[in-house]
T-cell receptor, first 115, second 112 residues
């Protein structure tokens, strides 16, 4: 049981390049999330997916797109990277049933630098 | 939307002392308040959480208190140990989609 996995672990891009961050979970969770973490700013939600086939914007969605490929996988795409997108990106998953409160499990993170 | 403020941003204590981290939230509809611990270079991990119908919850050396009227909640760590050194994040959840809004984090340093 690997939990939440992310690839790659590190990435350096030049301004304007594109890339996709991959995330997968093996806990059969219905909800998945993408966050970015910047120094002193905590974790900010970029996009989330409440279930397979649905996605919604979070607090900071500009410059990103997502795809919920199936129940296990949720990818984050940067179409034209900018230096402001230099950050650590975390994927998370949880099981949500109505108003039940369930822990969000985080992946190990991807450290992205945009030059 | 929800806004969560966390204080202090850094906290240094002597081993064995207590540490308290405080958070305030803006949306009175928030109903779930987890705390995450993040060690250097690692992923955030849940250490304790509290629901809006409970005022206090304890788990060994850690406890969380919630004051719904004042819209604030706090993390208390007693008998701190060097391995408690980490960044701690509070969060609040408003809606059924399990979206969390996080505070800015507190870097706790426990000096041996």
């Amino acid at each position: 049981n690997a939990g939440v996995t992310q690839t790659p672990k590190f990435q350096v891009l030049k301004t304007g390049q594109s890339m996709t961050l991959q995330c997968a979970q093996d806990m059969n969770h219905n909800s998945m999330y993408w966050y970015r973490q910047d120094p002193g700013m905590g974790l900010r939600l970029i996009y989330y997916s409440a279930s397979e086939g649905t996605t919604d914007k979070g607090e900071v969605p500009n410059g990103y797109n997502v795809s919920r490929l199936n129940k296990r996988e949720f990818s984050l795409r940067l179409e034209s990277a900018a230096p402001s997108q230099t950050s650590v990106y975390f994927c998370a998953s949880s099981e949500v049933r109505g108003f039940s409160y369930n822990e969000q499990f985080f992946g190990p993170g991807t450290r992205l630098t945009v030059l | 939307g929800e806004n969560v403020e966390q204080h202090p941003s850094t906290l240094s204590v002597q081993e064995g002392d207590s540490a308290v981290i405080k958070c305030t939230y803006s949306d009175s509809a928030s109903n779930y308040f987890p705390w995450y611990k993040q060690e250097l270079g690692k992923r955030p991990q849940l250490i304790i959480d509290i629901r809006s119908n409970v005022g206090e919850k304890k788990d060994q050396r850690i406890a969380v208190t919630l004051n719904k009227t004042a819209k604030h909640f706090s993390l208390h760590i007693t008998e701190t140990q060097p391995e408690d050194s980490a960044v701690y994040f509070c969060a609040a959840r408003v809606n059924a989609g399990n979206m969390l809004t996080f505070g800015g984090g507190t870097r706790l340093m426990v000096k041996p």
